[in-house]
């Protein structure tokens, strides 16, 4: 016999994520979730972030990492919250581990919620978490292909980041051919060029985080 | 590698769907999954039939339909469908061109085996 149906597959955790959007809302807490592959310096990124921002807002970490705490624990360093999430192999976190990370997390002494993926370009793009923005985060060494291989994450994300920028004149790295994909999927998303090593472009970038807050705020 | 978590959900709701029906076994699934899913359909295919051992979604055969983008020329205003994400209009042959859609992922269909001791009355406790 031959059944017909149309439902949505991932309709459980599409309410999980939007049970955890609505938690977050409620506290007008803002969330961020960060997407890049491994080494592409998410961590720092949010360290270089908190260490700016700490002192104007409350801000708490969900680390998530497949197997490893040491991401938490650099993050930890910064002296704010910040709850790891162990993935135990699974290439991206989904809405139910972030659900229970907040559960860890004190909510109503909270502004700002930074969401580190697990290191993976593809697959965590495909899971809503219940956060406001997702950034992708590419770095210079990665190559200046990665747009136009990865037009996913170009798509999903509201803002995206360049990192190590530093590292500009040790490889064949041509801008053009990073940003022309970008330009021609979003034209206009907002890319910050910048080096956690040098201090480079973060500022900018806190800037529109902090752009995109009172945004929120505004409504 | 997210194949395993969506064929844990695909199973998830298969099953159910099946069990609302009285199936027995479930023969084939059908699937239909935007490219934004970023699914590998040999993958998922390997992810279902591992996950469903033991259960009547065992040997089922997985129809993996891919859906593809929808385009909007800004340039001309043709609508069309588009396959990656480098295509041209079709109409103008600009290259401003919206992209949409992508994020499906849902079950479309099921073949299946009703049970023998199927009462036609499953999931209606409350009849008379
Ligand atoms: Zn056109």
């Given amino acids: 016999m031959e059944i017909k149906v149309v439902r949505k597959i991932l309709e459980a955790s599409i309410r999980v994520a939007e ?32 260490e700016k921002l700490k002192k104007y807002y409350r801000i708490a970490v969900i680390e998530g990492d497949l197997a490893t705490v040491r991401d938490a624990e650099v993050i930890a360093k910064t002296n704010v919250p910040v709850v790891q999430i162990n993935t135990e192999g699974a290439c991206h976190l989904d809405a139910n581990l972030v659900g229970k990370a907040l559960e860890e997390l004190p909510l109503e002494s909270i502004d700002i919620l930074f969401i580190e ?16 923005i997702k950034i992708g985060v590419l770095s210079v060494p990665e190559g200046d292909d990665k747009p136009e291989k990865y037009p996913v994450i170009v798509k999903a994300s509201k803002g995206i980041v360049l990192n190590k920028i530093d590292m500009l004149p040790y490889f064949k790295f041509d801008k053009e051919r990073f ?36 945004k929120e705020e505004a409504r | ?18 069990e609302k029906h009285g ?66 209009c079709p109409r103008c042959g600009s290259d401003e061109i919206d992209i949409s859609g992508g994020n499906e992922f849902d079950l479309i269909g099921l073949e299946i085996e009703e ?14």
């Fill in chain 2, 23 to 88: 199936a027995s076994r479930i023969l084939r699934i059908r699937v239909r999954a935007g490219k934004l899913m970023g699914v590998v359909p040999e993958l998922l295919d390997f992810a279902v039939k591992s996950l469903s051992e033991g259960t009547i979604a065992e040997g089922a055969v997985l129809e993996l339909e891919e859906v593809e983008f929808k385009g909007h020329c800004r340039n001309c205003g043709a609508h069309f469908s588009v396959e990656d994400f480098w295509e041209v």
């Fill in chain 1, 19 to 50: 049970a955890n959007r609505r938690i977050l809302k409620e506290r007008d807490i803002r969330s961020f979730n960060f997407i890049g592959s491994p080494g592409a310096g998410k961590t720092s990124l949010i360290v270089k972030i908190i």
């Fill in chain 2, 1 to 18: 590698m997210h194949e395993f978590s969506l064929a844990e959900s695909l199973l998830k709701v298969a099953l159910e769907e099946a």
């Fill in chain 2, 115 to 128: 049970g023998e001791i199927e009462d036609g009355n499953k999931g209606c406790k409350e009849d008379p």
């Fill in chain 1, 179 to 214: 940003y022309s994909p970008i330009r021609k999927l979003a034209p206009d998303m907002p890319v910050f060029e910048v080096s956690c090593e040098t201090g480079e472009g973060i500022d900018e970038f806190v800037d529109w985080i902090i752009s995109k807050i009172r």
């Fill in chain 1, 117 to 132: 993926n697990v290191g993976n370009l593809v697959c965590p793009t495909a899971f809503d978490l219940g956060e406001d």
